[in-house]
């Protein structure tokens, strides 16, 4: 199978399992299918540097998060085709993802100050997938205002989830590094 098909040449597309007509590569469900894949990837780009950094929580963290970003694909795209989920996001994930931060901000110093983002290579890879994770919520709370249903509030929750995830461990790798935080002093 040819990894190309040239039908988007002319910057149309089809959504996936959709099988209808084309749609503009700009379309508001394209850029947030599109904004949700790019999270996934600057993800995988942190999970290398925590592997290769042996931070073994921040790895699973990421491993964990990376599935749960292809099933949020999935139902993403199954909502904007107007069809039934092929896979479901687990409702429960959102409140995995809040214990997870409440743990790692009890092993951290209490946060008084606006922080940069920076410190450590994987503590600044982490800030920067949580920009995109930022991005990719906006993108997609836009494709699902329409939307209502559990698979939506899932969606909607979990989005909103990451960045705070991101950060808690962006925070954590700078402390494990011996960096700390980088203080903003306006």
Known sequence: MALYSGDGDAGF???????????????????????????????????????RADHTLISQALSSMQDELLAVGAVLAAVCAGREPPVRLDPSAAGRMEKGIDQICEELPELTHFILPGGCELASRLHLARTIACRAERAVAGVLAASSGDDSATILKYMNRISDLLFALARLANHDAGEGDVIWQP
């Open 13 to 51: 597309t089809r959504l996936p399992g959709e099988g209808g007509a084309p749609i503009r590569k700009d379309d508001a469900r394209c850029v947030a299918l599109g904004t949700v894949d790019e999270l996934n990837a600057a993800i995988g780009l942190c999970l290398a540097e925590a592997r």
